[in-house]
């Protein structure tokens, strides 16, 4: 059975009124930039935590091809990326009881798991990542800016070698950002940092990349 509109209706309701909004610190309608995608999916994550089966399944269409793709460029496996693109929204739909919407989106949330997946595989398997020919999955279309520049001028190869090559935590927020296409608050909330922090990871993280690329390239 497909989820009742009339349901939704109510949900938006609710997650668009006054008493709603101030208690979680999200947008109402009469807020500047209120942005109607967010509150659709704000609605369809209470209906998730009510049960509503068909609801997460709009928030697993919605967020699945993002999460695929930040995995996908952590393991450089296809069929690995498959599998814990669904073991993430498994655990989702097992924790979503306990997601609330203090200083965190649900997709944000969803990456934050997904990056606590590749973690446990790499520790568990030992595994090193290899440069492989399948096709990589095309990101987002974002605004062009310095970053993004720096990134077009690197092949597929160059660019799994030289994210992977770059720490942690500035390799997760290129891959958050740019293949992934978190905002800067979306990307501060699944690191756990602050956005200050996350635009200081970026910034470091572009000039790593830069070098990476020769002469000839550009």
Known sequence: MGLDDRQLAIALTVADSPAYAPANGSPGPEDE???PEASRLRALVDLAKDGDAEAYGQLYDHYVSG??????????????AE?????????GLRAIQRFNWQGKDFGAWLTTIARNLVADHFKSSRARLEI??????E????????????LSLISNEMLFEAVNALPNEQRDCVLMRFIQGLS???TAAALGRSEGAVKQLQLRAVRSLAKTVSEDVR
Do not use: H, M, N, W
């Open 33 to 35: 930039g209120f942005d």
């Open 67 to 80: 999460v695929f793709r930040f995995i996908y460029y952590r393991v450089s496996s296809q069929q690995l």
């Open 139 to 150: 990101g987002k279309t974002v605004v062009a800016s310095p970053e993004q520049e720096v």
């Open 132 to 137: 492989v020919s399948e096709t990589i999955p």
């Open 83 to 91: 599998d814990l693109t669904s073991e993430t929204f498994v655990r």
């Open 184 to 186: 800067i608050a979306q």
